[in-house]
């Protein structure tokens, strides 16, 4: 699963979002899931829920929540509809 980032002018890095896992991280982060709730979800522990959320915020240079969840709607791993 390839997921290509928006372009740095829109002020969200690129790259690719390169498995499903990650991209399920990184959707339930968005989403306001605590790392404890992502880890019951996923079936993972905490410590992995962490360093994949670590790695994506190096990956991407996204600096907190915010930034995460920004990135999620540019690159339509979550969707904001309207109301």
């Known amino acids: ?3 290509l980032g928006a372009p740095k002018p829109n002020g ?3 790259g690719r979002v390169k498995t499903k896992r990650e991209a399920q991280v990184i959707r ?4 306001g899931d605590t790392n404890q709730k992502i880890a019951d ?4 522990s905490i410590k992995t829920v962490e360093k994949h959320r670590e790695n994506a915020m ?3 240079s996204l600096r907190n ?5 920004r990135f ?3 690159t339509k791993i979550i969707e ?3 109301l």
């Not at 979800?41 to 993972?44: S, V």
């Not at 929540?65 to 969840?69: G, S």
């Open 72 to 74: 999620a709607v540019a």
């Open 28 to 31: 339930l982060i968005a989403l």
């Open 65 to 69: 929540t915010a930034d995460i969840t």
């Open 41 to 44: 979800r996923l079936g993972i």
């Open 12 to 14: 969200i890095p690129r």
């Open 80 to 82: 904001i509809k309207p």
């Open 58 to 60: 190096k990956k991407f």
């Open 1 to 3: 699963m390839a997921i």
